[in-house]
């Protein structure tokens, strides 16, 4: 009898077991920036609750945007393939020389200035201003070729980066002095 219901309980749980093996893993909850174009087509940019790297898929292909060492000078931009991870862009120069670029994998350079105010800041591209803060409000000015495209997208993400603060996790432990101790 006792064996029965031994043979039971297994025939019962295996599936659960098995099923509960197969589904692996764990994902965060990410930010999410929605971007759309004239055509209607939409893509996103999700950023880690961290704000320590983002990824954006557009169609096909997803592009991995971090910090190099978690740093924050335009030296560090690292804009990688997701998938085969090998370096799309980086960032060279500096805004106070004057020659901060995007340089791109196949040797093409998004030259870029940036213009402060008091309320904000304008990075410019080859085409016209590729990212726009105005009254400390981020404004997304029309790109022409997909370089400029991820260029503007890096540069979303490293304001919502700037600006925002990582969500913070405090964990209070109690401690009994009388745990543990017998009744007698």
Known sequence: MKKQLYLCLITLLSPVLIFAQQNQGWSANKLEVRYANELGNQTSLKIDPSF???DLKIEN????????RNGRDLGQIRIINAETKEEIARGRGSWFLDNAHLEFFDGEKVLLDKSTNPNGYTIIGPYG??????????ETPKTYTQKDFLTQAFFVFERIRNTQAPPNHDFFVYYSILWGLSSN
């Open 52 to 54: 320590n790297y983002a």
């Open 129 to 138: 201003p590729l990212f726009v803060v105005e009254n400390q409000k981020i």
């Open 61 to 68: 292909t997803v592009y991995h945007f971090y910090f190099h």
